[in-house]
């Protein structure tokens, strides 16, 4: 048994390794790095309603609006500045479609690619650069966040570059120079990546008490001059941006990646192991789960043992992370902590370097089986979705049809979700001269006001049944057709109750109903009550939305 083990080791360690280092094959994962993330890009699917909050932001607000921090969308979860300016110039560039708004989280993702290549390439063994890459090419987090609008990518890449940059300094006497840098690229990071906060503490923390265990005064007070530059910088877009997303908005409030308070209780304790295990399993792509961190804990001990200062610089930007999860001051989910992701395939790289250095022979024989066999799903995975493509909320599809079957005089019944997806395409379909209009005055500015009757997602319970609530909105749009805000109609500020047995008490001729992102039972319910209210004459559905004409005439 033992001659048979030996035989495949030595078939593995001259014919396959040396192929594995050779240059040509970690080429050949980039090049399907690369297409895996164009594939994606050029899906061009429509935007789903998390993309619309990014998608209003950008386009309707002006580039001074985004320079002070008073965008159009300042009661959702925010994206950082140099993001959105970005995203802006390139819809000034190259207009107001999905191709120009994706476009740099798709360099990003390149980039991102690249840069986990050449950190690889720096921190391990030859022999397992190729495995690190491979997870990280076919990552179906990061191919998928390489063709949204939104700046989990660029994050990645942020991160990326600051591990490399953190890592390259550890034992370093600092000079003007390298302080200087660090300014620099602290702020850009700052500026472009909200995870970069974690990235640039865990660094800072760790560069920091380095100094002071080595009675380097002299650096550690230059750190600190240039931690001073992070911390105003970070000030800034406190209060222009992190204050109102941690105080005031759902990202915060009632979102299900946040721990449960009491911490101790029995419920807190079962939602983080299942985070936990999510996280594992979706965002790292390890299955079986097991067997995936114990290899990567076997790494994470080995850098740990090797290099202390390097080890904390790659493991507390997490652990901040985490910190300010069970704060409640950040979401614990996969693409908030995507940035993370890097370091968990290096530790997992460095875990099978040191298994496959292992005496006995068997060891380094299941460490490869094992190895391949995790491989096996974000391979599969990738392959699948490369084949079969990405689909989510079609709220373009059912926009174009809308705008084509609209009359004017048509009223409009929207739900909570669904109106910034139908915000968006608005302005990027140019429907407002299709829409019964009228001019509303608002802050001493004229725009075109147009009436819809908006319903919320969630249907409550009170003493007569379950039921659901309208409430009556004007939507105010440019001359250019970007939206740019909405109100209650002054006449019509309460909200009108229905059951499940009443009927629609509002009579207009013709109405359309918009669904985008609304929860099942609610679509039924509402589906019910305007079924019964009037006749269904058209309906156009489509993945995740759908727009439904009734009359009412009869």
């Known amino acids: 048994m033992g001659f048979f083990f030996g035989q495949i080791q030595d078939f593995f360690q ?100 690249f840069l986990f290549y050449f950190f690889a390439k720096h921190l391990l063994d030859k022999k397992v ?33 600051l591990f490399f940059m953190g890592q390259k300094l550890v034992g370093v006497p600092s000079r003007k120079g390298e302080a200087l840098f660090l ?61 109102s997303m941690a105080q005031e908005t759902g990202f915060i409030k009632g979102n299900k990646f946040l721990i449960p308070y009491p911490l101790f209780s029995a419920e807190a304790w079962k939602w983080l ?35 202390k200062e390097k080890f904390f610089i790659f493991t507390t930007p997490f652990l901040l992370a985490f910190l300010a999860s069970l704060l409640h001051k950040y979401p ?27 005496r006995k022979k068997f060891v380094s024989l299941i460490t490869i089986v094992l190895t391949i066999v995790l491989l096996l799903n974000p391979i599969t995975m990738a392959a699948d979705k490369f084949r079969n493509g990405r689909k989510h909320e079609q709220n373009r599809q059912v926009m174009q049809w809308f705008a084509k079957h609209y009359k004017k005089g048509d009223t409009l019944f929207i739900n909570m979700n669904g109106q910034f997806p139908f915000w968006y395409y608005m302005g990027q379909l140019n429907i407002i001269d299709k829409i019964s209009t009228h001019p509303v005055k608002v802050e001493g500015i004229l725009y075109d006001g147009m009436n819809v009757i908006t319903f919320y997602d969630d249907l409550i319970v009170d003493d007569k049944g379950l039921n659901g609530e309208f409430i009556y909105d004007t939507n105010f749009y440019n001359q250019k057709g970007f939206f740019r805000g909405v109100t209650n109609q002054r006449d019509k500020e309460e909200g009108i109750l229905f059951y499940r047995d009443s009927v629609l008490n509002i009579k207009p001729k013709r109405a359309w109903l918009y669904f985008s992102h609304v929860k099942p039972d609610t679509e039924k319910f509402i589906l019910d009550y305007f079924d ?22 009869k």
Not at 206 to 233: E, H, M, N
Not at 238 to 243: A, E, L, V
Not at 334 to 346: D, K, T
Not at 539 to 551: C, F, I, M, P, Q
Request: positive net charge; contains cysteine; proline residues 3%.
């Open 129 to 161: 650069v190729p495995i690190a890459l491979a997870f990280f090419v076919f990552s179906d987090y990061l191919i998928y966040y390489s063709a949204e609008l939104k700046p989990y990518s660029m994050d990645v890449a942020v991160a990326i570059f």
């Open 273 to 307: 192991v299942k985070s936990t295990v999510h996280f594992w399993e979706t965002a790292a792509g390890f299955s079986p789960l097991l067997v995936g961190v114990v290899i990567f804990s076997i790494g994470a001990i080995s850098i740990f043992k090797s290099n």
């Open 332 to 358: 614990f989910e996969g693409r908030f902590f995507l940035f993370s992701i890097p370091i968990v395939f290096v530790f997992f790289a460095q875990g099978v370097n040191v298994l496959l250095s292992y």
């Open 14 to 113: 001259k014919k396959i390794f040396p192929l594995l280092i050779f240059e040509r094959f970690n080429i050949f994962l980039l090049i399907i790095g690369v297409v895996l993330r164009l594939k994606h890009y050029l899906e061009n699917r429509s935007f789903w309603l998390d993309e619309t909050y990014v998608g209003i932001q950008v386009t309707s607000s002006s580039l001074m609006e985004l320079l002070t921090f008073k965008g159009i969308t300042m009661g959702q979860p925010q994206t950082p500045l140099f993001f959105n300016l970005v995203e802006k110039i390139l819809t000034l560039l190259l207009g107001n479609h999905e191709y120009a708004l994706r476009l740099f989280p798709f360099l990003s993702g390149i980039c991102a690619l």
């Open 532 to 553: 019964r209210s009037g006749k269904r004459v058209d309906a156009y559905e489509k993945k995740g939305t759908a727009v439904y004409l009734y009359d009412f005439s």
């Open 183 to 243: 300014k620099i690229a602290g702020i850009l990071a700052i500026c472009f990546s909200h995870a970069s906060l974690f990235v640039l503490g865990g660094i800072g923390l760790t560069l920091f008490f380095s100094s002071i265990r080595q009675k380097d005064w002299r650096q550690a007070k230059r750190l600190l001059v240039v931690y001073g530059y992070w911390f105003c910088c970070f000030l800034v877009f406190y209060m222009g941006i992190y204050k």
